[in-house]
């Protein structure tokens, strides 16, 4: 049964940084896109980054762009955020999900999700 599970996250103060690691119990790991969402209550799931099966292509939503970094491990099936300049607005529950759709933006293009990673930003 697919599987990943979020860890790494936390309570830090703007400005700060936190790594967000996806480890991915999943078949063909190295065969699909992954991607982080992040999600407040009462707001739709957002989509944060992503990354395609071979790392060659990133993509990022614009507010964080320059400030965080998508990457993966192949090896060790796991896909990593790393997040800095952390903002208060960034506060949400961070999600990681695997796609068999390149370049998915949509929650509707993932196939399998975590459970989710709290990140809290202090002002």
């Known amino acids: 049964q697919e599987q990943l599970v979020e860890s790494g996250g936390g309570l830090v103060q703007a400005g700060g940084s936190l790594k967000l690691s996806c480890a991915a119990a999943v078949r063909a790991f190295s065969k699909l896109s992954m991607g982080w969402f992040r999600q407040i209550p009462g707001k739709e799931r957002e989509f944060v980054a992503g990354i395609s099966d071979s790392d060659d292509f990133t993509y990022y939503l614009d507010s964080v762009k320059g400030r965080f970094t998508i990457s993966r491990d192949n090896a060790k099936n796991t896909v990593y955020l790393q997040m800095d300049g952390l903002k208060p607005e960034d506060t949400a529950v961070y999600f990681c999900?695997?796609?068999?759709?390149?370049?998915?933006?949509?929650?509707?293009?993932?196939?399998?999700w975590g459970q989710g990673t709290q990140v809290t930003i202090s002002s």
């Open positions: 999900a695997a796609a068999y759709i390149p370049g998915a933006r949509s929650s509707q293009g993932y196939a399998y």
